[in-house]
């Protein structure tokens, strides 16, 4: 249960940071690229909390408390971190739960793309 719990606080943190960057770039691909990012963390953090709960039976109750540990300057840094982050926490996952987080791996690694690239 811990690690769920950890994976959404994770993605909250990281959906927020998103939305942050979004309103700052100036670029536009940038903007277009951490807009989807933004929308990708907002719903896959519903999703796969509502695929755990109907899996398990359990709620899911991140800490709200943590201090956000991804980069609010620099958007590169912080989608690195993210991917970085994202890779950490899978580890452990399995079966149905496993295959679902790796749909959200692949989608950051996308954006990531975009965003290193398309400037």
């Known amino acids: 249960m811990d690690g769920i719990n950890n994976i959404i ?4 943190m990281a959906q927020r940071c998103a ?11 940038l903007h277009l690229a951490l807009g989807e990012l ?6 896959f953090a519903d ?3 509502e ?3 109907g899996m ?8 709200q408390s943590d201090p956000n540990h991804f980069s609010e300057q620099d958007p590169l ?7 970085d982050v994202l890779s950490d926490l899978s580890v452990g996952l399995e079966g149905p739960l496993q295959n679902k987080f790796q749909e959200l791996q692949f ?9 290193e690239n398309l400037r």
Not at 19 to 29: A, D, P, Y
Not at 77 to 83: S, V
Not at 107 to 115: L, Q, S
């Open 51 to 53: 695929f755990y709960m």
């Open 38 to 43: 933004y929308e990708l963390l907002t719903d």
């Open 9 to 12: 606080r994770n993605l909250l």
């Open 19 to 29: 939305h942050v960057h979004h309103w700052r770039v100036k670029s536009l691909s």
């Open 77 to 83: 840094e912080f989608i690195r971190q993210l991917h």
């Open 47 to 49: 999703e796969l909390a």
């Open 56 to 63: 398990s039976g359990e709620t899911v109750n991140p800490p």
């Open 107 to 115: 989608a950051v690694d996308k954006v990531k793309y975009k965003m």
